[in-house]
């Protein structure tokens, strides 16, 4: 089936950029999701590209996606405290389901 | 984006007793809806995809006469746990397809004693 991978942990200093990096294993992926989860609290959705993109843009976040290599990352300019979370990449494969990375704490220090 | 609202968002029940969980979709309509279970400091775990006016197609290995799902509507899903035991303490979330995309509602903990 397929496979999503994540790195479980990310420590970074208030005001770097934090970099969280995905692979995926399913070819025929059609988007490719970021989603973030705060303790106690249900999973919200950042962004997300359609796999025909290399890269989108959005405010704070960019997202890059190399295909070839089923590679997909989440950057953060000037992280901040409040970014402090879990971070669940996901596959959007065929059909409905999404199959979800471990998920990537990020911890953001003074 | 769109809202995904769960209720209630934490129960506590006796063991032997059933537990429903709704799903409501706020400003949308969802054909499709999905229940996922996560146990702490782990990613989530599809347990059944539920279908407006048709049976939910559960995941191998999840028992759909203990997770019972209903979606009636095409903004209401429900999860009712049968015969709760300890071991089905866990954090069930619920989220809602939006054309591409799918927005999760809040997430509600179940505790059973």
């Known amino acids: 089936g397929e496979d999503v991978e994540q790195s479980l942990f990310l420590s970074v200093r208030e005001g770097d950029s934090s970099v969280i990096n995905c692979t995926y294993t399913?070819?025929?992926?059609?988007?490719l999701y970021w989603y973030k989860q705060e303790p106690g609290a249900g999973l919200q959705l950042l962004t997300y590209i359609f796999s025909n993109m290399d890269m989108k843009q959005d405010q704070r976040l960019t997202v890059l996606l190399n295909k070839k290599d089923k590679h997909l990352s989440l950057r953060i300019a000037d992280t901040q405290t409040g970014d402090s979370a879990i971070y669940f990449c996901a596959d959007g494969g065929g059909g409905n389901k999404l199959t979800f990375g471990t998920g990537t704490q990020l911890k953001v220090e003074l | 984006g769109a809202v995904v609202s769960q209720h209630p968002s934490r129960v506590i029940c006796k063991s032997g007793t059933s537990v429903k969980i709704e799903c409501r979709s706020l400003?949308?309509?969802?054909?499709?809806m999905f229940w996922y279970r996560q146990f702490p400091k782990k990613s989530l775990m599809l347990m059944a995809t539920s279908n407006e006016g048709s049976k939910a197609t559960y995941e191998q290995g999840v028992e759909k006469d203990k997770f019972l799902i209903n979606h009636a509507s095409l903004t209401l899903s429900t999860l009712t746990v049968t015969s709760a035991h300890p071991e089905d303490s866990s954090f069930y979330i619920c989220?809602?397809?939006?054309?591409?995309?799918?927005?999760f509602g809040p997430g509600t903990r179940l505790l059973v004693l």
């Open positions: 399913d070819s025929s992926s059609t988007y």
């Open positions: 989220s809602a397809r939006n054309q591409e995309t799918q927005y």
């Open positions: 400003d949308f309509q969802a054909t499709t």
